[in-house]
């Protein structure tokens, strides 16, 4: 199963220098509603079986054009969520930055807990919770491997992808996940494969092809050795 995170498209908070969080009404900037149009031609050529997204606006509006263009509702899922940062919401990040919690938000993520709001482990907990489920449900229901999307937050999909990669939450500051950006995982029964991270390019046509990458007789769950050819049949 292959899962493609989707940050939203730029959002009128995201250039005013205030972290938004859980704020309602925080839409889309005139170059987030273009990011949003432009993963029609980045996604559409994907056989994509679902969209599942956070339940905020600027994630709402950011798969609206590609849902309809494939003819699919997005299902709406609360651990995709944005991170509740509590009393920061709606704080100038000039400000925050006295803060002694912000040292322990880029040092040590894994202990920081927002006043009145989550913790990043719990936010790690439960996005990768909701990843897997769909994952694990959309995988019954079709009874093989299909593309899915799912649309949520930078440090959200910042936490998935830690979790992925097998690295400590303590590390997820060195990832970056830009505005309309996309990244890869697909699960196996085993563990996850990473295929791609902060991906702003056009064409990931290729996906279509990712779980039958492996050689014959080498199991989906396998890392070869020497590195596989891949789509492209080009080996390294």
């Not at 509590?86 to 925050?96: E, F, S, V």
């Not at 995982?185 to 996906?207: I, Q």
Request: net charge negative; hydrophobic share 40%; aromatic share 4%.
């Amino acid at each position: 199963m292959t899962v493609i995170l989707v940050r939203h498209g730029r959002s009128t908070a995201n250039t005013s220098g205030v972290l938004a969080g859980r704020s309602p009404g925080i839409d889309l900037d005139d170059l987030g509603r273009d990011q949003a149009e432009s993963l029609v031609g980045r996604l559409a050529g994907l056989d994509v079986a679902e969209i599942v997204r956070s339940p905020l606006l600027r994630c709402e509006r950011t798969v609206a054009p590609l849902a309809e263009k494939l003819g699919l509702t997005p299902v709406v899922d609360e651990g995709l969520a944005e991170v509740d940062y509590g009393r920061w919401t709606g704080r100038p990040i000039k400000d925050l930055l006295a803060e002694p919690l912000w040292k322990v938000v880029q040092q040590h993520p894994s202990a920081a807990v927002f006043p009145d709001g989550e913790g990043l482990a719990q936010v790690q907990a439960r996005a990768v919770a909701a990843i897997r489920r769909h994952d694990t449900r959309l995988a019954a229901e079709h009874d093989r491997d299909v593309v899915w999307i799912a649309c949520s937050h930078g440090d959200v999909i910042k936490s998935v992808l830690a979790d992925a990669l097998g690295n400590h939450l303590d590390g997820f500051q060195r990832i970056v996940v830009e505005p309309a950006s996309v990244s890869v995982v697909r699960y196996t029964p085993t563990r996850p494969f990473v295929l791609r991270m902060n991906d702003t390019g056009a064409d990931l046509s290729g996906l279509n092809a990712s779980a039958a990458a492996s050689p014959a007789g080498v199991g989906a769950s396998d890392a070869v050795p020497g590195g596989a050819a891949g789509t492209s049949g080009k080996g390294g």
